[in-house]
């Protein structure tokens, strides 16, 4: 089974920075794009940033752009999310999603991670 998995959370101070991680495993033949989103206590989910499946086209909410950068070693890697100057606002649960095929199902389909906690301080 295709498992995603988050790590680098923690509580940040306010003006910080950290590091967030994808890490995939499982029986992957391809994957697609590679996607960050956040869920705020008492909030939607919203879309954070975004890289396509040959790893040069990236997409950010306007609220992150300049930084937050999102990055993947290679398409079948691990992906990573460099988040700075963070803010009290941004506390959140951070999920990633992978558009991953295997060879049992023939298809890309959507994969989620159980997410990282990121408490930022004041």
């Known amino acids: 089974q295709v498992v995603l998995i988050e790590s680098g959370g923690g509580a940040v101070q306010a003006g910080g920075s950290l590091r967030l991680s994808c890490a995939t495993s499982?029986?992957?033949?391809?994957?697609?794009?590679l996607f960050w989103y956040r869920r705020a206590p008492g909030k939607e989910r919203e879309f954070v940033a975004s890289?396509?499946?040959?790893?040069?086209?990236?997409d950010y909410a306007d609220s992150v752009k300049g930084r937050f950068t999102v990055l993947r070693d290679e398409p079948l890697g691990t992906g990573y999310l460099h988040m700075y100057k963070l803010k009290p606002g941004e506390t959140a649960t951070y999920y990633c999603?992978?558009?991953?095929?295997?060879?049992?199902?023939?298809?890309?389909?959507?994969?989620w991670g159980r997410g990282t906690q990121v408490p930022v301080s004041s």
């Open positions: 890289i396509d499946y040959k790893n040069q086209i990236t």
């Open positions: 499982g029986p992957i033949w391809s994957a697609g794009g």
């Open positions: 999603k992978q558009e991953i095929e295997t060879a049992e199902s023939g298809s890309c389909r959507q994969y």
